[in-house]
């Protein structure tokens, strides 16, 4: 739990265990967080005390939040077109740096398909819930280039 006092006006992302969310209200003996899927989850402040937390609002250096998300597709899809979809559609997304370069890693062979990781900075955690959105965009990408072959 950070030690300064929070304020009321300023996002505060926060990881607590597996929960992520918007810090909405910090009481006596409770954190309230709203999730990217819009529930609201209270966590005791002995947890918080007790726990590793992950503060995505805070500034560590000057490229910002490295935020990423995993796909899967299918062998027949040639790695190095897979790679430059997603880097475009990384680019496309608003909220996200283009410099640092969004990069990607092979994370998993799988039976029927490779993982594929994107990575990009943000300037802020308050970005978190725009970079969903890459996934939308590059299944959506991939589908369109895919039935135009």
């Known amino acids: 739990m950070p030690q300064r006092t929070h304020r009321t006006n300023q996002l505060l992302w926060l990881k607590v265990g ?5 810090v909405t209200e910090i009481k006596l003996k409770e954190t309230l967080i709203k999730s ?7 966590i005791p402040n002995a947890q918080l005390l007790n726990s590793e937390v992950v503060n995505y609002s ?12 995993t796909v899967g597709i299918g062998y027949e899809e040639p ?7 997603l880097i475009e559609a990384a680019h496309r997304t ?11 890693l ?10 594929y990781e994107i990575n990009a900075y943000t300037s802020r955690g308050s970005s978190l819930p725009k970079f969903c959105r890459i996934f939308a965009r590059t299944l959506s990408m991939f589908l369109m280039k895919t039935k135009l072959k």
């Not at 990217?36 to 209270?42: A, D, L, S, V, Y």
């Not at 790695?79 to 979809?85: L, Q, R, S």
């Open 18 to 22: 597996d929960k992520i969310g918007d």
């Open 36 to 42: 990217i899927k819009n529930e609201m989850i209270c």
């Open 58 to 69: 805070r500034k560590v250096d000057g490229r910002g939040l490295m935020v990423h998300t």
């Open 79 to 85: 790695p190095k077109k897979i790679k430059a979809m």
């Open 94 to 104: 608003q909220g996200l740096r283009k410099s640092p370069e969004p990069f990607v």
């Open 106 to 115: 092979w994370t998993q062979l799988a039976d029927y398909a490779i993982n």
